[in-house]
């Protein structure tokens, strides 16, 4: 690929009003790819509402506390900060409370397969303004979407924060590539919104692009301006800026030998070779991308407008490599940011390769590579199912102990058993609470539990760990007592005691086990 391309908004484009009417009628034309966007979208979610993992319930049970309640917390009775993704909580909140005034009830799936839509809507118009700004066909957007839904880290893992994550690293690129300091802060800001630790990725990007350090403090201050609001709100009302998750993964470390760094090759890989090289693949074509182009940057022969293309996937390796030295354990969502990422770049990467073999080529050649590319991704990802039929009762990447319709119905049950009373959940508790909406307890909804937990971290930290630690959680009530349960929900693939509720579960992942409910004390 050329790294030496000249800015198409520089020399030789057009000026003043001629300018100002040519911008604006693309801007409009890249509008249409919201269609195509919103339709994938909706694809994708049909194919996967059935069959939300596990974390993705909790998710939806704060955002049903929140829309029905005005609530955060993950069960009605007990306020929490154990929501890993601030802005996906408030953006599914706000869809599904919209969508009550339709369907007459708070319905969380529905809202997230709203945002689905919009959120892949943007993601496909901002990656057609990308494709423009570069001087490439706009039906890269096509590719771009496919490179997102085939991926498994993805399309397993909907429901949680992967989406926004997506959409808003496509936003972020799309922002940079054009040199808008303003759009670029205020993409930073929803990306350190939806998580913390994207900032990794933002910070690349903006110390990457040139043209966003013209005026240096504009971004970072719009970024600031858009974020720190909430955090400076959780600090003061939870006792923590960040949320109780960090402590509970962190000290979670690894699966036994697998940890995120090795995680891809001794965990994912295992799961079969065709999902993960969807997830691989176009990452290793980004870190190709990423490497050329730095290449031509070192020369000083990258035109400024590319650096972005760079930046994002470098971004994205530098996610990958904060998260393995960070030590927590190898959850499929976490692999989102780098192979996004790396993914967007690699996309990109291989249109200014195309565009550089045919620069001059009639429209249909032009859609030609994207179409092939965005196909033969849809082909692949459907026979990655292995057969699986839509919509599916699990993902491809799955590890939950029991089906998620089974626990949504074992959940409703166990409400019926305990009406007002508090039951301890076994290790997974997002479906089972969102399917008994009752006091079910845990490290993630009881704060009274998780603050052992806080003092351990905080314990286990080096000086300067320990110093940002004591900072974060000053304002925490330290004195929360863990709410007391009087029945205990149990998972056994053993025997089960006589006389006490129970429900047979036939996970693909642990084999045939049973749940049951038993009085505590």
């Known amino acids: 690929m050329s790294t030496s391309t000249a800015d198409p908004g520089a020399a030789g484009a057009p000026t003043g009003e001629s300018a100002s009417s040519t911008r604006l009628t693309t801007s409009r034309g890249d509008l249409w790819w919201a269609v195509p966007g919103a339709v994938v979208g909706a694809l994708a979610f049909w194919a996967a509402h059935r069959g939300l993992i596990d974390d993705a319930y909790i998710t939806l049970d704060y955002v049903r506390n929140v829309a029905r309640d005005l609530h955060w917390g993950l069960i009605p009775t007990e306020e929490s900060n154990a929501a890993t993704s601030p802005l996906n909580v408030l953006m599914l909140s706000l869809s599904t409370w919209l969508l009550s005034f339709v369907t007459g009830d708070v319905r969380p799936v529905l809202g997230l397969g709203l945002l689905t839509v919009v959120l892949s809507a943007a993601m496909a118009v901002w990656a057609a303004r990308t494709a423009r700004h570069l001087g490439v066909s706009t039906a890269w957007a096509l590719a771009v979407l496919a490179v997102v839904f085939a991926n498994p880290f993805v399309n397993s893992a909907l429901g949680l924060e992967v989406l926004p994550i997506s959409a808003f690293v496509m936003g972020l690129t799309a922002q940079a590539v054009r040199g808008r300091q303003v759009a670029f802060g205020v993409l930073a800001g929803l990306l350190v919104l939806t998580r913390l630790d994207l900032g990794v990725i933002v910070a690349v990007v903006y110390l990457l692009t040139p043209a966003l350090r013209r005026r240096r403090w504009v971004a970072p201050a719009v970024a600031a301006a858009v974020s720190l609001p909430w955090y400076a709100f959780s600090w003061w009302h939870f006792g923590s800026a960040i949320p109780a998750t960090f402590v509970i993964k962190t000290l979670q470390e690894s699966f036994g030998d697998q940890t995120f760094f090795n995680g891809p090759w001794t965990l994912w890989a295992g799961r079969g070779g065709l999902p993960f090289a969807l997830a691989a693949a176009p990452a290793a074509i980004g870190l190709v991308t990423v490497l050329t182009l730095l290449t031509g940057g070192l020369r000083r022969r990258l035109a400024g407008h590319l650096w972005p293309v760079a930046a994002i996937g470098l971004g994205g390796v530098a996610y990958y490599v904060a998260y393995s030295l ?50 033969l991704l849809a082909a692949l990802a459907v026979t990655s199912l292995d057969g699986r039929p839509l919509p599916w009762q699990y993902p491809v990447y799955f590890g939950a102990w029991a089906l998620p319709s089974e626990y949504r119905d074992i959940g409703a049950a ?93 996970s693909p992942a642990t084999g045939p086990a049973t749940l049951y409910l038993e009085p505590v004390g």
């Open 414 to 506: 166990v409400h019926d058993e305990i009406g007002d009373g508090t039951v301890l959940a076994p290790p997974e508790i997002g479906t089972l609470a969102f399917g008994c909406d009752c006091s079910m307890v845990d490290v993630f909804s009881d704060p009274g539990t998780t603050l052992p937990l806080i003092e351990q971290r905080i314990d286990q930290a080096g000086p300067v760990g320990r110093f940002l630690l004591e900072l974060n959680f000053a304002r925490l009530d330290r004195d929360r007592e863990p709410r007391d349960p009087d029945h205990r929900l149990v998972w056994t693939q053993g025997e089960v005691p006589e006389g006490v509720p129970s429900w047979p579960t036939h």
């Open 326 to 375: 960070l030590g927590v354990p190898p959850y499929q969502w976490y692999y989102v940011p780098s192979t996004v990422a790396l993914g967007v770049a690699g996309v990109l990467g291989l249109a200014l390769a195309l565009r550089q073999v045919t620069p001059i080529s009639p429209r249909g050649v032009r859609w030609a590579g994207p179409a092939v590319t965005a196909a």
